[in-house]
């Protein structure tokens, strides 16, 4: 690991920082595999329950690829397992991930936040898919999150004109979780992670599987009928987290949570 990606642990929280503030943390080929191994870690680690992803600095979250680099030596022709930046295609981790969006969130650097659960956003954050400007097109995800996330012709409409779209747009799009002032980016995403460890780790990584996997479904019908085969669904029916739950709220008294 370099330093042109942090990643740090506060307790079951696990934060990776893309630190390249001078190049607006855009990303490098060798910074792919990083971020990858950076999640594969978190994904395996049975202590961390959250993982937030932000960018160094107050002026970008991520400006997507290292255009430089890419005229230089070519776009990469492959990425890793889990797809750009190690998150794009990480369809098989159940765990929640919230993107603390400092600033500009454009190419892939918007797609690395539509790839997360939660967007939680500075009030000076910008998004936006400029691929076209260069000739290029937005293959990590953006294309296929946006047309699904939003009414289609607001999504075509961010996809074929390259333009940025404010925060509060966003958010007035549905895109966004929650704007705060810059300063208290930090204090916003903690309030969030502090909800979701409250519940049940066994309840949360369900729910956002079940969730993730009825999408698939043909309709809510069909997502009912088949949530009971998924196997996240058939291990929260026997876990250790629902008996717990259950036990606790009948004797009045705050749960112990093992994540089993």
Known sequence: MTDAVLVSHAGPVTTVTLNRPEAMNAITRP?????????????????????????????????????????????????????????????DCPKPFIAAVNGLALGGGFEIALACDLIIAADHAQFGLPEPLIGAVALGGGLHRLARQLPLKQAMGLILSSRRMPVAEAAAL????????????????????????????????????????????????????????YPEFRDWRESTDLKEGLKAFAEKRPPRWTGQ
Not at 194 to 214: E, F, N, W, Y
Request: proline share 5%.
């Open 31 to 91: 910074m792919h595999d990083e971020l990858e191994a950076a999640f594969d870690a978190f994904a395996h680690d049975p202590a961390g329950l959250i993982c937030i992803v932000t960018g160094a600095g107050e002026k970008a979250f991520c400006a997507g690829s290292d255009i430089k680099a890419a005229a230089e030596h070519g776009l990469p022709m492959d990425y890793p397992p889990h797809g750009y930046a190690g998150l794009i295609e990480r369809f």
């Open 174 to 229: 549905g895109l966004i979780n929650e704007v705060v002032p810059a300063a208290g980016l930090n204090e916003a995403v903690q309030r969030w992670c502090d909800d979701i460890l409250r519940a049940s780790p066994m309840a949360i990584r369900t729910s956002k599987a079940v969730t993730l996997a009825g999408l698939n479904e043909a309709g809510i019908s069909g997502a009912m009928r088949g949530q009971g085969d």
